[in-house]
């Protein structure tokens, strides 16, 4: 048991291609895995797994890797990446996410977790808890499921939330490396609003224009609302990523870390 409190952590994956080469978003994934440490565990929340009724956790001892990608190179289907679950762990965010959550081992660990989690932690030698988002839950019913779990940041847990907040596949430009007018703009409001600790503008984005066009559907911008509710009292802010790609992604990433370390 790692007694040290571990920070939170939202990350923007973006393309699965972001797993290969050098890149970016892999530059900013490594250094924010050297900066936090080993954890004892970590609880991945993917957009990646979505459910209807409860929040899935996966409670097994083992992560079969999923390639949930289709027509990538083959170079992204040769990343292997398959850390040991945690059930003790598992069972812990189990009692506290209630009757928000169940048990469930027929997910495993998909490219919205190993694609980040194979740069940040590339040994595999973190337990990986793997948990999923509930499309039928509202934003705020998300955001007390992270206010629930925060107590695990105490045990040595180390949440990790992976998504987008800005994430339109209707409109992604491949020539575009970098993000529409749109795109820059909601990015940027919610950006000024966890700056300025006004969470409760970000659970309810949809007041910000284009809302619509940056949340076309909530399953990568869940993972985020759980990552905010689990922000305690005193975190520092910071930001990495802080930039949008193929028009109609955001990369911007947050970390949020206890107060005198």
Do not use: C
């Not at 939170?8 to 797993?19: I, K, L, R, T, Y």
């Not at 083992?62 to 398959?82: A, C, S, T």
């Not at 940041?153 to 490396?177: C, F, K, Q, Y």
């Amino acid at each position: 048991m790692i007694d040290e409190k571990m920070p939170v952590v939202f990350v923007g994956h973006g393309s699965p291609m972001n797993a290969i080469g050098n890149n970016r978003a892999r530059h900013g994934w490594r250094e924010v895995g050297k900066r936090i440490g080993k954890p004892a565990a970590i609880l991945g929340i993917s957009a990646h797994w979505t459910a209807r009724g409860k929040v899935p956790v996966r409670t097994d001892p083992m992560n079969p890797q999923i390639m949930d990608m289709y027509g990538f190179p083959k170079e992204l289907y040769q990343v292997q990446y398959q850390p040991m679950g945690d059930n003790a762990t598992a069972l812990r965010a189990l009692k506290l996410l209630g009757q928000a959550g169940k048990a469930d081992n027929e997910w495993g660990l998909d490219h919205g977790l190993w694609s980040v989690l194979n740069t940040m932690y590339p040994d595999a030698d973190v337990p990986v808890v793997p948990m999923g988002v509930d499309m039928s839950a509202s934003d705020d019913e998300h955001y007390e499921m992270g206010r629930r779990l925060s107590v695990l940041r105490d045990e040595g847990v180390l949440i990790v939330a992976s998504g987008n907040i800005v994430h339109n596949l209707g409109m992604t430009d491949w020539d575009n490396p970098n993000g529409t007018d749109w795109a820059d703009q909601f990015d940027q409001s919610i950006f000024d609003a966890v700056q300025n600790s006004e969470f409760e503008k970000a659970v309810h984005y949809e007041q910000i224009p284009s809302a619509k066009l940056a949340v076309p559907t909530r399953d990568h911008y869940l993972p985020f609302l759980v990552a905010l509710g689990a922000v305690q009292v005193g975190d520092r802010i910071g930001t990495f990523n802080n930039y949008r790609e193929l028009g109609s992604m955001s990369m911007t990433s947050y970390l949020f870390e206890p107060s005198g370390e």
